[in-house]
Antibody, heavy 117, light 108 residues
C-alpha cells in the first residue's frame, strides 16, 4: 500500500526553527516528485514547493522562496519541510503530496503547525 | 501568475446534479485536475487530466474542460459529497502548480 505518513502536530514560539517530515512507502521514492502544500485556517490550498528526490531539483513558489527549505533523504524515502525562524503567520496545516507529475495523486494526512508566543 | 476562479459556494439537493466551475484564461488548452476535501481530512484527487477518474472514485464524478471554463459535475449527489472542491492545473512558469480558491458544496 502506498502511504505518505507525516510527523505529528507541533507547537512552537515565534523565532524557533522546525523541520517536519513525510515518510513514504509502497513505491519507489525517487520516481516521483514530492510537493508541500499549505492550508491556513479556514482557507484554501497553496502550493509551496516541490522536489525531485532523484536529484534534489527543487522548485519553490515565489511566495515561499526563501521562507522554507524542502529537502529529502533518499535512504529512508522521506521528505522534509523546514523553517529557520517561524512566524505566527506560519500557523497552518501542511500537507505533503506525491506528484504524478502534474497533479497531486496521493496526500499525507497533514501536519498542524501552531506558532504562538 | 495564472489565476483559477471558482465560485465560493454551490448548493444542491440530494439526488440532483452539482456543477462546480473553474475559470481561467484559455483553460481549455490545459489539463485540469479536481480534489475533494472533507472537513478534517486531506484532499483527495477525484478527477485528473480533465476527465479521468482515479481508481475508487464513483462514476458520478466527471469533468469537462473547454474554452475558459473547466467543470466538475457530480450526478445523483449524496450527503457524503458535502465538501470543499478545488481545481488545479500545471503550467510551465515560475509557479507551475496552481490551485483555485475552492468551492464549498453544500448538500441541502
Amino acid at each position: 500500500e502506498v502511504q505518505l505518513v507525516q510527523s505529528g502536530a507541533e507547537v512552537k514560539k515565534p523565532g524557533e526553527s522546525l523541520k517536519i517530515s513525510c515518510k513514504t512507502s509502497g513505491y519507489t521514492f525517487t520516481n516521483y516528485w514530492i510537493a508541500w502544500v499549505r492550508q491556513m485556517p479556514g482557507k484554501g490550498l497553496e502550493w509551496m514547493g516541490s522536489m525531485d528526490p532523484s536529484d534534489s531539483d527543487t522548485r519553490y513558489s515565489p511566495s515561499f522562496q526563501g521562507q522554507v527549505i524542502i529537502s529529502a533523504d533518499k535512504s529512508i524515502s522521506t521528505a522534509y519541510l523546514q523553517w529557520t525562524s517561524l512566524k505566527a503567520s506560519d500557523t497552518a496545516m501542511y500537507y505533503c503530496a506525491r506528484l504524478s507529475p502534474r497533479y497531486f495523486d496521493l496526500w499525507g494526512r497533514g501536519t498542524l503547525v501552531t506558532v504562538s508566543s | 501568475s495564472y489565476v483559477l476562479t471558482q465560485p465560493p459556494s454551490v448548493s444542491v439537493a440530494p439526488g440532483q446534479t452539482a456543477r462546480i466551475t473553474c475559470g481561467g484564461n484559455n483553460i481549455g488548452s490545459k489539463s485540469v485536475h479536481w480534489y475533494q476535501q472533507k472537513p478534517g481530512q486531506a484532499p483527495l484527487l477525484v478527477v485528473y487530466d480533465d476527465v479521468a477518474r482515479p481508481s475508487g472514485i464513483p462514476e458520478r464524478f466527471s469533468g469537462s474542460n473547454s474554452g475558459s471554463t473547466a467543470t466538475l459535475t457530480i450526478t445523483r449527489v449524496e450527503a457524503g459529497d458535502d465538501a470543499d472542491y478545488y481545481c488545479q492545473l500545471w503550467q510551465n512558469s515560475d509557479h507551475p502548480w496552481v490551485f483555485g480558491g475552492g468551492t464549498k458544496l453544500t448538500v441541502l
